[in-house]
């Protein structure tokens, strides 16, 4: 027989650690480590197949350990309560699940299962150890016992048997305790011989057996190990004393008591209570295939894909009706390869999992997409599973494959569950679902780059990539229930990458010749302006030199430094601008010539860099990128050109449709003030919406308490300040270095915007508290930001930390309102069979390329969506104009 003895404590802290903190029940009870526990469990008796099941815990009374050594664990930190909290939990789901759990005060865990093995040894029977604590290395004294290790996560485990132990330590396991008391075991806070690694702890124990005959040749180490092993060597022997576990625990450890016996109707309440939806069928499948006794109602299920053994992976290459017969499928699950940038360079194959209980993998070769069947195959596919979908779906487009049947983007939503993170590629995601991850490297986008590696090498990694994918799937899905985000995700941001990869793999026109003439209108500029200040100075120098820049300004000159850095005193804008009167003739051109040079080297040179064979420019928009929901541009940022400088519309003139054809541009006003009105329900701000006002000018008036016939400029400008950014979370500082006037006035302003709009400053102060309480802040339709700057010891982060929670529901309301409005949008396009096309989007501005017969179809199909893509107290209202010009149309 095989039993399995699970170290609980170990593998539910390592389970706790490695799953986010913010998994929880909609009654907010975290679940992170249960949900982690339960899956280590499962996937371990499947693997494994014991006859019986033993978990067991330590108590919180002080051991034997404690008595003869009061420094023992002294270090270690309380468990989180939210950890804590949860053990008692497993516990539950252990009763539930019929798997025999031990505890016994004055012991811990570790003496349980040396008593366990002990009896296992006596019985003739076989005992796997799974734990995260080195100290069961010792109990491997026999080839019917081995140890697997938990070395981090969920999944990364490593089996040792004796000979294992040997290799890993160089000690044999009866020696380990010598050992490990030599080199010190810093987790229990017990000290080793200063100096003595691991290397030297086991070349020691080897040389002379044991730790007492180590001392005792202490006369023949080096003069400083052996001063060391002298004046510590009776602290390590008693410390080896109490590294040996104990065997004699009073504990009932009969192993015809171990066989589970499940209650089945009892796990999956317990699982329903949990809300682990797919959790139930992945025990009843461990439970129906090891045939365990058991009460209540089994329902046999198939494997699902957490359970992909990735040992076993087979990849085979497909041919064309093989590939076919794939995508015919409910559920398909693939990964890409390129030859260079995703989506942007050729396409290398397509990795599809076959079989996920199996592990088997088809290769299709990018050639295998020439096929007709295939393309069409792929085009009808109604289940695809990926990560990082766009690149592939925006690649294929080009070959008339549009991929409409994406149902999960492992990497929107990894997004959608947690935007706080800055990282969403297929490794990173697998480690902080998984513990685990692929062995292949990432590019930032989340796709595979496999720079020089053979064939062989590119399929398996593809293939293993699509097995990690087909792993990820059911946890991301259920933590997606979990949150309720089901529907936001479905409805939002998952038909929304195929809207954005139509948008990249359209692009928008351009004007190759107007660029040419902006660039050397910049060009010439750049020149005169650096001859002119080369002149001032009375030197040749780097104008984009700070170190030549600084010894002209502070050396030469003189003039008083400003803030220092770390290499010198600055020479930033800010510094500039202060530094501006002692020496206006040379920092105003200073200033603007740094103005035009970003100008002319971002997109004076940077446009003409990005123009596509066919004329047009194919920016990327991502996802993923603003925690707030909001897109963002790259390669090139289109978001970036300036909107209210005349050089920005400048760059937007040459911006222009297909030949015969117009540029409508439509934008919500105002959109994330209108958001406050609705969040905040102050009836001034409603009001003046609903009323049609000119919302800067009546908050001036109420502000500065005139009427608002009498609203002058400054007012108005002040007033618009402050509404925008409150959206942003701005405070009073914020606000006087925006303005250039003093903190104190600035304050002023402040406080007489929320005696005027008082239900705003309530609705910040709440939305700090809940955030802080809550630990995240949450939109109208649910979308869902973690703030942990809101929990830093550092005042300024938590400042950060408070701006962000200000301001999260708005600009992430703001951001659902348009995704809504661009999906939308772009599905009744197709549905009215109109050919106006989305070729770009700003902000909160979206920019059709419309045929002449559609203008005035298309104009109110636009209208019409924008303005109902949400039900707010205030209206919608949008701007809309047509153009020859991107510019013309922005006016």
């Given at each position: 027989m095989?039993?399995?003895?699970?170290?609980?404590?170990?593998?539910?802290?390592?389970?706790?650690?490695?799953?986010?903190?913010?998994?929880?029940?909609?009654?907010?009870?975290?679940?992170n480590a249960v949900y982690g526990f339960a899956t280590m469990l499962i996937n371990l008796v499947k693997e494994h197949k014991p006859d019986g099941v033993v978990v067991v815990f330590d108590r919180p009374e002080p051991t034997f350990r404690h008595k003869a050594n009061p420094e023992y664990k002294a270090q270690r930190e309380k468990a989180p309560d939210t950890l804590f909290q949860q053990l008692g939990l497993i516990r539950e789901f252990l009763d539930a699940a019929g798997i025999r759990w031990i505890e016994q005060a004055g012991f811990e865990g570790d003496d349980i299962i040396a008593t366990i093995a002990d009896h296992s040894l006596s019985n003739g029977n076989q005992l796997l150890i799974v734990t995260g604590d080195r100290d069961s290395y010792q109990l491997v004294r026999d080839p019917n016992i081995r140890v697997l290790y938990n070395k981090r996560g969920v999944s990364d485990y490593a089996i040792y048997d004796e000979a294992g132990i040997k290799e890993r330590t160089g000690v044999t396991p009866h020696q380990y305790p010598d050992y490990a008391a030599l080199r010190g075991d810093p987790s229990d806070?017990?000290?080793?011989?200063?100096?003595?690694?691991e290397k030297t702890a086991a070349k020691l124990i080897t040389q002379y057996g044991d730790i007492a005959n180590v001392i005792a040749h202490a006369e023949e180490q080096t003069p400083k190990l052996r001063a060391s092993l002298i004046e510590h060597g009776e602290r390590v022997m008693k410390n080896a004393e109490i590294m040996v576990l104990r065997s004699d625990v009073p504990v009932d450890v009969r192993i015809t008591e171990l066989a589970p016996i499940p209650n089945l109707d009892a796990v999956k309440r317990f699982f329903d209570f949990c809300e682990f939806s797919n959790m139930f069928k992945r025990f009843n499948d461990a439970a129906s295939l090891l045939k365990w006794e058991s009460s209540g109602t089994a329902v046999v299920e198939s494997h699902t894909a957490a359970d992909v053994p990735m040992a076993k992976m087979q990849v085979s290459d497909a041919k064309a009706a093989d590939v076919v017969a794939l995508?015919?499928?409910?559920?398909?699950?693939?990964?890409?390869?390129?030859?260079?940038?995703?989506?942007?360079?050729?396409?290398?194959?397509?990795?599809?999992?076959?079989?996920?209980?199996?592990?088997?993998?088809?290769?299709?070769?990018?050639?295998?997409?020439?096929?007709?069947?295939?393309?069409s195959a792929l085009t009808a596919a109604t289940g695809v599973i990926t990560h990082d979908a766009k690149p592939?779906?925006?690649?294929?487009?080009?070959?008339?494959?549009?991929?409409?049947?994406?149902?999960?983007?492992?990497?929107?939503?990894?997004?959608?569950?947690?935007?706080?993170?800055?990282?969403?590629?297929?490794?990173?995601?697998?480690?902080?679902?998984?513990?685990?991850?692929?062995?292949?490297?990432?590019?930032?986008?989340?796709?595979?780059?496999?720079?020089?590696?053979?064939?062989?090498?590119?399929?398996?990694?593809?293939?293993?990539a699509a097995l990690f994918v087909a792993?990820?799937?059911?946890?991301?899905?259920?933590?997606?229930?979990?949150?309720?985000?089901?529907?936001?995700?479905?409805?939002?941001?998952?038909?929304?990458?195929?809207?954005?990869?139509?948008?990249?793999?359209?692009?928008?026109?351009?004007?190759?010749?107007?660029?040419?003439?902006?660039?050397?209108?910049?060009?010439?500029?750049v020149n005169s302006l650096t001859t002119q200040l080369h002149r001032i100075a009375g030197s040749t120098f780097n104008l984009n030199s700070p170190v030549q820049l600084r010894k002209i300004l502070y050396e030469?000159?003189?003039?008083?430094?400003?803030?220092?850095?770390?290499?010198?005193?600055?020479?930033?804008?800010?510094?500039?601008?202060?530094?501006?009167?002692?020496?206006?003739?040379?920092?105003?051109?200073?200033?603007?010539?740094?103005?035009?040079?970003?100008?002319?080297?971002?997109?004076?040179?940077?446009?003409?860099?990005?123009?596509?064979?066919?004329?047009?420019?194919?920016?990327?928009?991502?996802?993923?990128?603003?925690?707030?929901?909001?897109?963002?541009?790259?390669?090139?940022?289109?978001?970036?050109?300036?909107?209210r400088s005349d050089e920005g519309k400048v760059f937007r003139s040459a911006f222009v449709p297909r030949t015969g054809w117009s540029l409508l541009v439509a934008d919500y006003n105002q959109i994330e003030l209108r958001c406050i009105a609705h969040l905040a329900q102050d009836p001034g701000l409603i009001g003046a919406f609903k009323a049609g006002q000119d919302i800067h000018t009546a908050t001036a008036a109420q502000v500065f308490g005139v009427k608002p016939k009498d609203v002058n400029h400054d007012q108005r400008s002040k007033a618009k300040m402050v509404s925008y950014g409150l959206a942003y979370g701005m405070e009073a500082y914020g606000l006087?270095?925006?303005?250039?006037?003093?903190?104190?006035?600035?304050?002023?302003?402040?406080?007489?915007?929320?005696?005027?709009f008082p239900n705003v400053r309530a609705y910040m102060d709440k939305a700090i508290a809940d955030a802080r309480h809550k630990e995240y802040t949450e939109t109208l339709f649910g979308r869902r930001r973690r703030i942990p700057e809101l929990r830093s010891d550092n005042f300024r982060v938590r400042q950060a930390g408070e701006r962000q929670a200000m301001n999260a529901a708005i600009q992430g309301l703001a951001a659902d309102i348009f995704k809504i409005a661009l999906v939308r949008l772009d599905k009744d396009l197709s549905e009215a069979n109109y050919t106006a096309r989305i070729v770009l989007q700003v902000h909160d501005e979206v920019v059709l390329e419309v045929p002449k017969e559609e203008h005035d179809k298309v104009e109110q199909l636009v209208l019409d969506v924008m303005h109902q893509a949400a039900e707010l107290d205030v209206p919608l209202e949008v701007n809309l104009a047509w153009g020859a010009t991107w510019a013309d149309a922005k006016g």
């Open positions: 095989l039993i399995m003895a699970l170290d609980g404590n170990s593998l539910a802290y390592r389970a706790f650690f490695a799953l986010p903190e913010d998994m929880a029940t909609s009654s907010g009870q975290t679940t806070n017990l000290a080793g011989i200063p100096g003595v690694g995508l015919k499928q409910d559920i398909v699950v693939l990964a890409s390869a390129w030859e260079a940038e995703p989506g942007r360079s050729a396409l290398v194959g397509l990795a599809i999992v076959n079989d996920m209980a199996s592990g088997t993998v088809l290769w299709c070769d990018a050639r295998l997409l020439d096929d007709k069947k295939v393309a592939l779906m925006r690649y294929l487009l080009a070959r008339d494959i549009d991929i409409t049947g994406l149902v999960l983007d492992t990497a929107i939503a990894a997004y959608l569950l947690d935007a706080s993170q800055s990282d969403f590629s297929l490794n990173t995601i697998s480690q902080r679902y998984l513990g685990d991850e692929p062995r292949a490297s990432q590019e930032s986008s989340g796709q595979l780059d496999f720079g020089g590696e053979s064939t062989a090498q590119v399929r398996e990694a593809t293939a293993e792993r990820l799937t059911p946890i991301l899905q259920q933590q997606l229930e979990e949150i309720r985000n089901t529907d936001l995700y479905d409805d939002v941001e998952n038909p929304l990458v195929r809207v954005l990869a139509r948008m990249e793999h359209v692009g928008i026109a351009v004007d190759i010749t107007a660029l040419q003439n902006i660039r050397e209108h910049l060009n010439e500029q030469d000159k003189g003039l008083t430094p400003g803030k220092k850095t770390k290499t010198g005193y600055s020479t930033d804008a800010a510094t500039l601008e202060k530094l501006h009167d002692q020496w206006p003739e040379f920092i105003g051109p200073l200033l603007r010539y740094r103005e035009v040079e970003k100008l002319r080297s971002t997109y004076g040179e940077g446009l003409l860099a990005e123009v596509a064979h066919d004329g047009r420019i194919h920016a990327t928009f991502n996802q993923t990128v603003a925690r707030t929901g909001r897109l963002s541009s790259d390669h090139p940022n289109l978001h970036n050109i300036p909107v006087s270095q925006r303005l250039g006037i003093a903190v104190d006035e600035a304050s002023e302003i402040l406080n007489s915007y929320f005696a005027a």
